[in-house]
């Protein structure tokens, strides 16, 4: 059997909801779709091990009912539970490959309504925070119109994207 087949059956598999974090080992393979929503993977390549969040809105309006920060449905949370891993496992934020993917418009005929932007500032502050936080992101695929499915292999921090849309900034 060679290390390819073996590897794909000891994978974990994981789907990312809006909202949703995972961070984990090599043998994690990390899966997502986004519209307006914007995905950010974190990977240290000696460490071998990253995460991927799924947020759906820039900042949330104060703590989870536990009075932690732990709702992944906003950026501002989701960077605070990287945070609490990059803690655990001792690392630090430039130690990273960063990517960030999506915020695709979803309304592209209702430019006026600010509401309707959301997924302008879902990309506005993730950037915001990630070099507030001292990540330099290496790759992105941001904007345009349409959604788009990230899958992220944490056991070499690769990342594949299908775009269907139209080209983003």
């Given at each position: 059997?060679?290390s ?19 961070f ?15 995905a950010?993977?974190l ?5 071998m ?12 309006r ?8 732990s ?15 990059l ?6 934020p ?6 960030m ?28 925070l990630?070099a ?24 070499n921090g ?7 849309g139209?080209?983003?900034?």
């Amino acid at each position: 059997m060679n290390s390819q087949v073996a590897k794909s059956q000891e994978s974990k598999k994981v789907f990312l909801p809006p909202g949703g974090f995972h961070f984990g080992d090599h043998s994690t393979v990390i899966k997502t779709l986004l519209g307006s929503c914007v995905a950010i993977t974190l990977w240290h390549p000696l460490l071998m091990v990253g995460g991927m969040c799924h947020y759906m809105l820039p900042k949330r309006r104060g703590l989870d009912k536990n009075g932690y920060e732990s709702d992944g449905r906003y950026a501002d949370a989701a960077m605070a539970l990287f945070m609490r891993e990059l803690a655990r496992t001792g690392s630090h934020p430039w130690e990273y490959e960063v990517k960030m993917f999506g915020g695709g418009n979803q309304f592209p005929g209702h430019t006026g309504c600010d509401l309707l932007r959301v997924s302008d500032h879902n990309i506005d502050a993730g950037r915001d925070l990630l070099a507030r936080y001292g990540f330099s992101i290496k790759a992105e695929h941001l904007g345009g119109v349409g959604h788009r499915s990230v899958t992220f292999d944490v056991s070499n921090g690769k990342t594949w994207i299908k775009f269907d849309g139209l080209t983003g900034r």
